[in-house]
């Protein structure tokens, strides 16, 4: 019984570190990197998804962001990649 509930436990610690390490690419949301559209509804569904699956990485893709109020959440990444900018 006590090996089935350490596997148990190891298999849940898996399943939490997976879905950290997912990507949410705020283009998939809407988001536009022309440096003039709104982009935060964009981003913050994109962090919400993120947040829902148990954590991860918003990722912003090179572009310029323009947003306003961004609601950050627990076990979430933000990582804007070479040549991304947030306005």
Known sequence: MKK???VLINLLI????IAQNEYYNIVHFGAKGDGKTN????IND???AASKAGGGTVFFPAGN??????RLKSHITI???QGA???
Request: charged residues 10%; aromatic residues 12%; proline residues 0%.
């Open 39 to 42: 982009n935060t509804k964009a």
């Open 85 to 87: 900018i947030l306005i």
């Open 65 to 70: 962001y323009l947003s306003y109020t961004i």
């Open 14 to 17: 898996s399943i939490t570190l």
């Open 79 to 81: 990582y804007l990649d």
């Open 46 to 48: 994109a962090i919400n």
């Open 4 to 6: 089935i509930t350490i």
